[in-house]
């Protein structure tokens, strides 16, 4: 089994450790080297990719915020400096975080993981994930100790905080451990949109947008710049411009 790789870092001296590693191991195959994620979201359309070896710290865009807007991905290997970005590297199931400066040893067992995994049909959002089957107008989180429903339809928004988020609803606030990336695979992708880091917001419910800013009741959400385009071609696909 061949598994085809991408390594993405905006240190060149990275890029070349990472190359020389994957030449040493038969079953890898480098298709492509790229210093930022714009650069590589271009290839992951172009190019079927099993594995990204992904730096997070990189201007413009960092890896978990590359990682965030893209609609599905290859298994990813975190390759950074930083341990501080361990556990939301691990939220993005991450196959394995690996610290700068990599041991060869770590290497491999990072890429036997992977190895496993490919073999296991257990590869991450290979195909575009839809969170709720169609025929679902609700959900169940787990908050308070007890197992709740929540209809689509009641919610306002959502923002996530640390380990956990907040789902507001017309009627209560409900707090549950839970990351937004798993919360947007549970949310209906016609109703809702991940505008900010840290907020989700049903779309139905929007009273207004004034610069980069929502407006829904009297509660005001920032619009990042890495989900402002996306947010803006729904709003010019929807003619409320």
């Known amino acids: 089994m061949t598994i085809r790789c991408l390594a993405v870092d905006d ?7 990472i190359e020389s590693y994957i030449s040493k191991l038969p079953f890898l195959q480098l298709v492509k080297t790229c210093s930022s994620a714009t650069e590589a979201m271009q290839v992951l359309q172009e190019e079927q990719i099993d594995l990204m070896f992904l730096d997070i710290e990189m ?3 960092t890896g978990i915020q590359f990682l965030n807007i893209l609609k599905h991905h290859p298994l990813i290997i975190f390759t950074t400096a930083y341990p501080d970005y361990a556990l939301e590297g691990f939220n993005q199931d991450a196959v394995d975080y690996l610290l700068k400066p990599i041991p060869f040893d770590r290497f491999v067992k990072a890429v036997n993981k992977a190895q496993e995994r490919l073999q296991h049909g257990k590869a991450p959002k290979e195909q575009p994930t839809v969170a709720a089957p169609a025929e679902h107008d ?6 308070d100790y007890k197992t709740i429903r929540v209809d689509f339809k009641d919610i306002l928004w959502i923002e996530g905080l640390k380990d956990y ?4 609803t017309k009627d209560q606030k409900i707090i549950t451990l839970l990351s937004m990336n798993k919360m947007m695979e549970k949310l ?3 109703k809702f949109l991940r505008v900010h880091r840290s907020f989700i917001v049903a779309l139905q419910k929007i009273d207004s947008i004034e610069k980069s800013r929502i407006r ?3 509660k005001e959400i920032p619009i990042g710049e890495v989900y402002k385009d996306h947010f803006l071609k729904w709003v010019e696909e929807n003619n409320i411009q």
């Open 11 to 17: 240190e060149p001296l990275a890029l070349d450790i």
């Open 59 to 61: 201007p413009e865009l």
């Open 138 to 143: 609700f959900m169940f989180v787990k908050a």
């Open 165 to 168: 988020i907040i789902i507001q």
């Open 188 to 190: 209906p992708e016609s």
């Open 216 to 218: 829904i009741g009297n």
